[in-house]
C-alpha cells in the first residue's frame, strides 16, 4: 500500500511541475512575455510571416537581457539564422550584434583553461558563428570582433581538432562534433577570413578541424546532416559523391507528410552519450515520431545549401508542411528531446523554418513581416 501511495504521490509531484512550467512564459522581459510552449496550442489557418518574426525578436531579446548568457538553443540560434533573412525581415536589431560583442568581452577576459569547461566553448564558437553570419548578410565585410572571436576559438580549440563539450543537452550540447561543425561552418562563412587565416596558429587550428571532420566518424544521422551543411561552407570538407550520399540520406528520412521527424535521426542513446535514452524510448510515439519544425527547417536549409532545386517535389512537400504547420501562436512545435516542462528547441524550430522558406523562395522579398 506504501509504495502505490508512494508512486501516486511522485507522479503528482511530477504533473504539478509540469503545470507550474506551462504557467511560466518561455520568454519573459519586461513587457516580453512569450508563452510557454505547448504539443496542444492549435495551428493557424494561415501562416503568418509577422507573428513567426515577432517570436525570433522577443525571444532572442528577452533570452539575453534575462539571462545575460549566449545559449546554442535561443540567442546562439538568432545570430547563427537571423542575419541571413535580411533580404526578408530586414536587418536584426543591432543590439543583438552588441550583446554578442559585449560577451566576446567577458569571455577574452577569461583564463583559456576555463574558457576550455562546460558550457563555454560552446559560446564561443556560437558568438563567432554568430559574429560572422552578421558579417556576411548585415554589413558584407569582416569585421575585427568576428576576427577576436575566431582567434579565441581557436586558442581553446583541443589537440584533436574539436572543443569541449558536456554532452548533455541534445540536439545542441549533445556532443563535440556539433561544436566542430559550427566552428567550420563560422570560419567559412566569415568574410575573407579563410584567405587571411596564414598565421602559424590559426593555419594550424584549421587544419587540425577539418581533419577531425575528415576522420572522425558522425555519432549519428543528425551529425551527418551538419557535416553537409558545413561542407556547404568548406567546399573541400567532402566530395561531391559523399554530399550526395548525404543528400540521398536526408530524404530517405522525410516522413510521408512532407516533413521530418528530428528523432528518426538518432537512437536515444547517441543523443548525449545515451542520458535521454530512457525519457525518448518511453514516449508515447517513439515509433512513429511526428515531424517536426526545427528537423523540418533544418532539412530544408541543408538540402537546398547542398544545391537540390527549391522546384523538386520532395521539397515541395516539406514547404507545404512548414506552410499548413505553424501554430497560432507563430511558432513551429517540435517537443524537447531533453524535458517535457520546457521546449526551448520550439525557438531553433521556428527560426529554421524561416529561412527554410526563404530558401525555397517561399517567402516574399522585402516583406518586412507585414503580414
Not at 573541400?236 to 521530418?260: C, S, Y
Not at 537546398?304 to 513551429?332: F, I, N
Request: hydrophobic share 40%.
Amino acid at each position: 500500500m506504501r509504495t502505490k501511495v508512494s508512486l501516486f504521490a511522485a507522479i503528482v509531484i511530477v504533473l504539478a511541475s509540469q503545470l507550474q512550467a506551462a504557467d511560466k512564459p518561455q520568454y519573459e522581459f519586461e513587457a516580453v512575455k512569450v508563452p510557454a510552449a505547448r504539443a496542444d496550442e492549435p495551428v493557424r489557418e494561415t501562416f503568418s510571416l509577422k507573428l513567426a518574426a515577432e517570436h525570433l525578436e522577443q525571444g532572442n531579446l528577452a533570452w539575453s537581457n534575462s539571462r545575460k548568457c549566449v545559449s546554442c538553443h535561443t540567442n546562439g540560434t538568432y545570430m547563427s539564422i537571423r542575419p541571413a533573412l535580411t533580404p526578408v525581415l530586414g536587418p536584426p536589431p543591432a543590439a543583438a550584434r552588441e550583446f554578442f560583442v559585449s560577451t566576446l568581452k567577458t569571455l577574452k577576459g577569461t583564463p583559456v583553461e576555463t574558457l576550455r569547461t562546460s558550457t563555454r566553448p560552446a559560446q564561443v564558437i556560437y558568438v563567432a558563428a554568430g559574429l560572422a553570419e552578421w558579417d556576411a548578410h548585415v554589413t558584407k565585410q569582416l569585421s575585427p570582433e568576428t576576427e577576436e572571436a575566431l582567434a579565441l576559438m581557436f586558442d581553446i580549440q583541443l589537440e584533436s581538432g574539436t572543443w569541449g563539450s558536456l554532452d548533455c543537452w541534445p540536439p545542441f550540447e549533445s556532443d563535440a562534433y556539433h561544436e566542430a561543425t559550427v566552428a567550420a561552418m563560422a570560419i567559412g562563412t566569415a568574410p575573407g577570413w579563410l584567405a587571411k587565416a596564414t598565421d602559424g596558429k590559426l593555419k594550424t587550428g584549421v587544419a587540425r578541424l577539418k581533419s577531425y571532420l575528415a576522420t572522425q566518424t558522425p555519432l549519428h544521422d543528425y551529425s551527418r546532416v551538419l557535416l553537409l551543411w558545413a561542407s556547404t561552407r568548406l567546399p573541400d570538407l567532402l566530395t561531391d559523391v559523399q554530399k550526395q550520399e548525404l543528400v540521398t540520406l536526408i530524404f530517405q528520412h522525410q516522413r510521408e507528410d512532407g516533413g521530418w521527424s528530428v528523432r528518426t535521426f538518432a537512437a536515444p542513446e547517441s543523443w548525449g552519450g545515451g542520458n535521454r535514452a530512457k525519457k525518448l524510448r518511453e514516449e508515447p510515439d517513439f515509433a512513429t515520431p511526428a515531424s517536426d519544425g526545427h528537423q523540418t527547417g533544418l532539412s530544408l536549409i541543408v538540402l537546398r545549401s547542398a544545391g537540390v532545386d527549391a522546384k523538386d517535389p520532395r521539397m515541395q512537400k516539406g514547404v507545404q508542411w512548414l506552410l499548413t504547420h505553424q501554430r497560432e501562436s507563430g511558432r513551429w512545435w517540435t517537443r524537447s528531446l531533453n524535458t517535457d516542462s520546457w521546449h526551448f528547441i520550439t525557438y531553433s524550430g521556428t527560426s529554421y523554418p524561416l529561412l527554410a522558406l526563404s530558401l525555397c523562395d517561399a517567402l516574399p522579398a522585402n516583406a518586412a513581416a507585414s503580414k
